[in-house]
Structure formats: structure tokens, C-alpha cells
């Protein structure tokens, strides 16, 4: 069974850094893509950041390019994401996804079909 445990959340003010961590089990690690979403009240899920160690492939959507970065550790089968410079638009549900690789993986919710709970990020002003 797939299981994805985010952590890292919590109250940072603008400019201030915060990393994510998502620990995964129960799958090959670099057989799959993994992705970190977010989720704004009001708003569409939508994608941040994914990569893929099969291929090497990582994605960033343009609102985090340059601020944010994901890695991952396959000793021990966690994704990180590192935000920098966040901004109060930035407060979001921030949930880590899997997917089972396949070449045309994109980004996007919609690719994506075991999540974790999810972890609160706030951004003060």
C-alpha cells in the first residue's frame, strides 16, 4: 500500500524559508514520479513541483521558479521541498502525490493517484 507522510508545515513570515518533507513507502522509489500540490482556499489544486529520478525530470511551476527547489534521498525514500522567499500567496494545503512512471507524466493533479494528508503553510504579512 502506498502511503505518503508530509511534514514541515506551519507559520513563516514573507521572505522567510520553509522545508517540506514527504517520507514514502510501500513502492519503489524511483519507479514513480512524486510531486508536491498545494491548494489554496477557494482555489484549484494545482502543481508546484515534481520530479523523477528514472528520467531525471523535474518541473516547477513558474509562480515557485527560482524560489523553490525539490530533492530527494532514495536511501530514504523522502522528497523535500525547500521554499525560499515565500510570499503570503504561497499559503496554501501543500500535499505530496505519487504516480507510477510513465514517459508522458506532467506536473499536473490530474497525473497523479496516491496522495498524502496534506501540511498547512501560512505565510504572514
Known amino acids: 500500500e502506498v502511503q505518503l507522510v508530509e511534514s514541515g508545515g506551519g507559520l513563516v513570515q514573507t521572505g522567510g524559508s520553509r522545508r517540506l518533507s514527504c517520507v514514502a513507502s510501500?513502492?519503489?522509489?524511483?519507479?514513480?514520479?512524486l510531486g508536491w500540490f498545494r491548494q489554496a482556499p477557494g482555489k484549484d489544486r494545482e502543481g508546484v513541483s515534481c520530479i523523477s529520478r528514472y528520467d531525471g525530470k523535474t518541473e516547477y511551476a513558474d509562480s515557485v521558479k527560482g524560489r523553490f527547489t525539490i530533492s530527494s534521498d532514495n536511501a530514504n525514500n523522502t522528497v523535500y521541498l525547500q521554499m525560499n522567499s515565500l510570499k503570503p500567496e504561497d499559503t496554501a494545503v501543500y500535499y505530496c502525490a505519487t504516480t507510477p512512471w510513465d514517459a508522458t507524466w506532467e506536473c499536473a493533479p490530474t497525473d497523479f493517484n496516491s496522495w498524502g494528508q496534506g501540511t498547512q503553510v501560512t505565510v504572514s504579512y
Open positions: 510501500g513502492f519503489t522509489f524511483t519507479d514513480y514520479a
